[in-house]
C-alpha cells in the first residue's frame, strides 16, 4: 500500500535548528511536497523536491533520497510564529497526493 | 479578494439538515478539490474537478454530493450527514489537475460539527 510516516508531534526552542523527517512509499514517484499549516488556517505551500539533494529557501530547507524514500524539513532561526503543523506529502505516478498525517511543531520561548 | 474563499467558516447541523458549503478561487486555476481533515489524520481527498468536470470520486458516501457551476466556484451539498462526518472541510486548486509540481493553494476551511 501506499503510507507516508512523519512524526506527530516534536518540540524545539526558539532560534534553534529542528529537523522534521519524512519517510514515503508509494506506486512511482514523482515529487514530494511540504506544507504549512497554522492552527485554524489554510495549508500553505513550502517546497516541492523531484530531484535528489538539498533545496534552500531562506530559513527553510527541505531534502529529498529518492533511493531512500526520504526526505525532511530544515528549520533554522525558529521563531514563535513557525509553531505549526506540517505536512509531507508525495505525489505517486499517476501523480496522486498522497498525504502523512503531519507533525506539529511546538516553538518554546 | 484573492486566493481561495470557503464559507461558511463553522458550521453545525443535525443529522436531518441540508447545508451546503461553498468555495470560491481567484486564482483562474482549472482544477478544484475537496479534501476532508480529521484530527491527528492525512488529509483525505474527496473529489476533484478539472475544468468542471468532475475526475476523481474517492469511495465518498452519497450524503456528500459535490457541484461545479463553473471553474470558479464549487460547492459541497451534505444532507443526511453522521457525527462521524464532523471534521474540517478543505476546499482547494490548482493550475491543472495532474502533472509536475501541481502546488495546491488552499481555503482556510469550513468546520463541520453534525450533532
Known amino acids: 500500500g501506499q503510507n507516508i510516516d512523519q512524526p506527530t508531534e516534536m518540540t524545539a526552542t526558539e532560534g534553534a535548528i529542528v529537523q522534521i523527517n519524512c519517510t514515503y512509499q508509494?506506486?512511482?514517484?514523482?515529487?514530494l511536497f511540504w506544507y504549512q499549516q497554522h492552527a485554524g488556517e489554510a495549508p500553505t505551500f513550502l517546497s516541492y523536491n523531484v530531484l535528489d539533494g538539498l533545496e534552500e529557501k531562506g530559513r527553510f530547507s527541505s531534502f529529498l533520497s529518492r533511493s531512500k524514500g526520504y526526505s525532511y524539513l530544515l528549520l533554522k532561526e525558529l521563531q514563535m510564529k513557525d509553531s505549526a503543523s506540517y505536512l509531507c506529502a508525495a505525489t505517486d505516478s499517476n501523480y496522486q497526493l498522497i498525504w502523512g498525517a503531519g507533525t506539529k511543531l511546538i516553538i518554546k520561548p | 479578494e484573492t486566493g481561495v474563499t470557503q464559507t461558511p467558516r463553522h458550521l453545525v447541523m443535525g443529522m436531518t439538515n441540508k447545508k451546503s458549503l461553498k468555495c470560491e478561487q481567484h486564482l483562474g486555476h482549472n482544477a478544484m478539490y475537496w479534501y476532508k481533515q480529521s484530527a491527528k489524520k492525512p488529509l483525505e481527498l474527496m473529489f476533484v474537478?478539472?475544468?468542471?468536470?468532475?475526475?476523481e470520486n474517492n469511495s465518498v458516501p452519497s450524503r456528500f454530493s459535490p457541484e461545479c457551476p463553473n471553474s470558479s466556484h464549487l460547492f459541497l451539498h451534505l444532507h443526511t450527514l453522521q457525527p462521524e462526518d464532523s471534521a474540517l472541510y478543505l476546499c482547494?486548486?490548482?493550475?491543472?489537475?495532474?502533472?509536475?509540481?501541481?502546488?495546491?493553494?488552499f481555503g482556510a476551511g469550513s468546520r463541520l460539527t453534525v450533532l
Open positions: 508509494t506506486s512511482g514517484f514523482n515529487g
Open positions: 482547494a486548486s490548482s493550475q491543472d489537475a495532474y502533472g509536475g509540481a501541481n502546488v495546491l493553494t
Open positions: 474537478y478539472s475544468l468542471e468536470e468532475r475526475v
